[in-house]
């Protein structure tokens, strides 16, 4: 009787694209020499550009040593901030702020409208791929609340209809209208309020 031949796949551990690489000395280069753990964030955010959107342990593990830390120290930033994605995340990956001024101009209703239109919860990915959805603390529009983020774009100003639109044109591929939804510049104030 052969021996079944065993095909053991290799598991190829995070490191940076030879582009991201440089992105990555470049960044550590410009903190003195024994302040290189400073380049942290913007290596997090780099590492995860690179994955996805999101950041795998093996990621953290690699910026711990290109970094000279202990890996709870990566771990703790990693955990800390909502930026950073410790878990796969959809294609359009919404953030809804749920902090006071985005909670009074209906921030709830916005989160309720996404799970109901997307059938998932906060923290959820949707079964394509395609959306999650989580709540964050502030995300600094408070001026234009209630606001959410989609990946890297904000949209304020919103209203239950103007983030159904939002969804629906993603789900079509259409290009979204990224900022104020109601035409309103930077912060503005809102006519008629």
Same mark, same amino acid.
């Given at each position: 009787m052969a021996k079944k031949k065993e095909i053991i796949e290799e598991k190829v551990a995070f490191q940076f694209s030879k582009e991201n690489l440089k992105k990555a000395k470049e960044y550590i280069a410009k903190?003195?020499?024994?302040?290189? +753990?400073? @380049?942290? =964030? &913007?290596?997090?955010?780099? @590492?995860?550009?690179q994955n996805d959107?999101?950041? &795998?342990?093996? @990621?953290?593990?690699?910026?711990?040593d290109m970094l000279e830390l202990p890996p709870i120290k990566v771990y703790e930033v990693a955990t800390f901030y909502t930026m950073y994605n410790l878990q796969?995340?959809?294609k359009s990956h919404i953030q809804?702020? +749920?902090?006071? &001024?985005?909670?009074l101009r209906?921030?709830?209703?916005?989160?309720?409208?996404?799970?109901?239109?997307?059938?998932? $919860?906060? $923290?959820?990915?949707?079964?394509?791929g395609n959306f999650s959805l989580i709540e964050v603390e502030c995300l600094g529009a408070c001026v234009n609340a209630p606001m959410i983020q989609i990946n890297d774009d904000y949209f304020e100003d919103l209203s239950s209809? @103007? =983030?159904?639109?939002?969804?629906?044109?993603?789900?079509? $591929?259409?290009?979204?209208?990224? $900022?104020s939804q109601t035409g309103r510049q930077c912060s503005a104030p809102a006519e008629g309020e």
């Open positions: 903190y003195p020499k024994g302040k290189q +753990r400073s @380049a942290l =964030m &913007p290596l997090l955010w780099l @590492a995860q550009k959107n999101w950041l &795998p342990q093996d @990621a953290l593990d690699y910026l711990a796969p995340v959809g809804v702020c +749920r902090t006071t &001024p985005c909670w209906g921030s709830d209703d916005i989160t309720n409208l996404c799970k109901k239109k997307l059938g998932i $919860g906060v $923290g959820e990915t949707t079964k394509d209809e @103007a =983030m159904e639109k939002i969804i629906d044109d993603l789900v079509e $591929g259409n290009k979204v209208k990224i $900022g």
